[in-house]
């Protein structure tokens, strides 16, 4: 797995101290990224939020509008290209995880 977050973080840390003089300890964290499971194994990877609204079938009959909010992760690092996960994991698409109430 490459390196980018990190570099990148502190490429922008960098950058945010000398924009602001005087400044110390500047941590900088990109947001973006969730953990998933490879080979049994949790790993941190790029991930974009994801907002889903339908129409859902009730019980007695009616309907009901649901909002909830999921993460699909990233196959490739959206900076360099690389594979997140190994070529024998690969799904055909990026996979959505199961949504979350928000
Ligand atoms: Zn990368």
Do not use: W
């Not at 953990?35 to 019980?59: E, L």
């Not at 196959?75 to 698409?93: M, V």
């Amino acid at each position: 797995m490459c390196n980018c977050r990190k570099e990148l973080e502190t490429a922008l840390a960098e950058h945010y101290a000398r924009k602001n003089p005087g400044i110390s300890n500047v941590q900088i964290e990109l947001q973006g990224y969730g953990f998933s499971i490879v080979d049994n194994t949790m790993v941190m990877i790029g991930c974009m939020p994801y907002k889903v609204q339908a129409v859902h079938p009730k019980k007695d009959g009616g309907h009901s509008e649901k909002r909830k909010t999921g993460f699909m992760h990233f196959k490739h690092c959206p900076f360099c290209g690389d594979l997140y996960l190994p070529a024998k994991t690969q799904p055909e698409a990026a996979t959505p995880e199961p949504a979350h109430a928000g």
